[in-house]
């Protein structure tokens, strides 16, 4: 079993307090839904647990651990994939970047083997986030932070993407944290919901 833990994180932009005296954990057998207000710290939060933030109080560890260089066991899944594609791969290279799938798991997830010779540019939001959530399921990670990743897509993406990522999730023994404000999402797809609010002072 795998435990993802933060104690005691604090974080300000400035003088301004996001994130304060904040405790979390989840174990890799888990899919728990983080919901908080727009401007409460949620999408900071998500880029401190996968070290996009680094200068922040506090430890962020996996079986006490912190995660060191290389690849990354924390994966974010941020809400606009485009943005953090480069422009000038094609959609191979930036799958490959991570990993390359089977045949099986490109069908799963609805990737047609034409799509890799295109840009980004070229593809939908919810095509590039088929691309982007693939890329995350690495065989090396253990937990997968979804900052509000289908909130752009139309509503049978949504469930397909979904369907999708939490199969192979628990397939592959990998934790998922779902950042959103979508109650009605949290309650159908999560084992439980977690308040930003009650783990931070």
């Not at 422009?87 to 798991?105: A, G, I, T």
């Not at 070229?122 to 088929?130: A, C, K, V």
């Not at 909130?151 to 990522?165: C, F």
């Amino acid at each position: 079993m795998d435990v993802l833990k933060v104690e005691n994180v604090n974080f300000n932009y400035g003088s301004h307090k996001i994130l304060t005296n904040l405790n979390f954990s989840m174990e890799n057998n888990q899919v728990i839904g983080l919901f908080g207000d727009s401007g409460s710290g949620k999408s900071t939060f998500c880029k401190v647990l996968t070290g996009f933030i680094k200068e922040y109080e506090g430890t962020v560890t996996i079986n006490g651990e912190v995660p060191q260089g290389g690849f990354n066991p924390i994966q974010l899944i941020y809400q606009h994939p485009e943005k953090v594609m480069n422009p000038r791969w094609k959609m191979r290279d930036v799958l490959e970047e991570s990993w390359m799938p089977d045949d099986n798991l490109l069908d799963e997830f609805g990737i047609k083997r034409e799509w890799f010779n295109r840009y980004p540019s070229e593809l939908s939001g919810g095509e590039l986030q088929r691309f982007s959530i693939l890329r995350a399921l690495n065989p090396n990670t253990k937990f997968i932070i979804a900052d509000e990743i289908s909130t752009m897509l139309d509503a049978v993406t949504q469930a397909q993407i979904w369907d999708s990522l939490l199969k192979l999730a628990r397939k592959n023994n990998v934790g998922v944290l779902v950042v959103s404000h979508d109650k009605k999402l949290l309650n159908r797809i999560c084992d439980s919901i977690v308040y930003l609010s009650d783990i931070t002072e």
